[in-house]
């Protein structure tokens, strides 16, 4: 009778050559020596984050860049405005940052060997105080007012989030807005409420009363709340402008 070969299983194999070089013990140790190494090195990437400085440049090898991630200060401006987003250092960054990002910031400076410093964040002003769900933008700086795109998380931001910050951009956009809406407010009031038949000039009296009403509003609510336009507060750090 032929003896029956035993199948060869590879998972044993690999674990008997391993057994011969090392012992458990041993390995266990040298594992949990590399998970405190990188443990550590999550940490002071995270402490760099949260202190933040005042570093404009970093050392980057040009050739190992990616073109489309390269923005330069005045891109960041003007879809910081569009979109009235901020634009600031990253200590002042109030969520919780992804550990996506942090594996980025070390793939990073492995590769370009180096230890990246002065990190800046896109985001809306409420993720500068509480915890949101936008889109943020994790920068470096490159230097003469270029910046690196590290990684962006969360989601995105709503489809009419331009288009609703607008009339915020500046404010010419803004007086623009309030005369459309005093139009739009001066025709929903009601045909003969002043007299039987109304004519142009009254028209035009109760649309400049109406701008008035929702000028002096906008003025009461701006300098109530400490609000500026988006162009004036896309580097500023305070959370109320």
């Known amino acids: 009778m032929m003896m029956k070969l035993r199948p060869t299983h590879i998972p044993d194999k690999i674990l008997e050559a391993r057994r ?64 009235r987003l901020r634009f ?49 933008l994790l920068f470096a700086p490159i230097g003469n007012d270029y910046y690196y795109l590290i990684h962006s998380w969360g989601k995105d931001l709503h489809p009419f989030r331009k288009l609703l910050m607008w009339p915020f951009r500046q404010l010419e956009n803004f007086m623009f807005f309030l005369l459309l809406l005093s139009l739009f407010l001066t025709f929903l009031v009601p045909q003969g409420m002043f007299s039987p038949q109304q004519t142009t ?9 109406m701008f008035k009403w929702v000028t002096a509003l906008a003025i009461f609510y701006g300098f109530k709340f400490g609000k500026n336009f988006s162009s004036a507060i896309w580097q500023s750090k305070y959370y109320n402008a």
């Open 88 to 136: 600031l250092n990253s200590a002042y960054f109030k969520a919780k940052m992804p550990y996506e990002a942090i594996s980025r910031i070390k793939e990073l400076e492995k590769q370009h060997h180096t230890t990246l410093r002065g990190f800046r964040i896109m985001a809306p002003a409420t993720l500068f105080k509480l915890e949101n769900a936008d889109d943020p």
């Open 20 to 83: 011969k070089r090392i012992p458990e013990e041993v390995l266990l140790a040298q594992v949990r020596e590399i998970f405190e190494k990188q443990a550590g090195l999550d940490m002071e990437i995270t402490n760099r984050l949260q202190d933040g400085d005042g570093n404009d440049s970093n050392d980057f090898d040009l050739d190992k860049l990616e073109s489309h991630r390269i923005f330069h200060l005045s891109d960041i401006e003007k879809t910081c405005i569009e979109y």
């Open 201 to 209: 000039t009254e028209f035009f009296i109760i649309f400049f009363f």
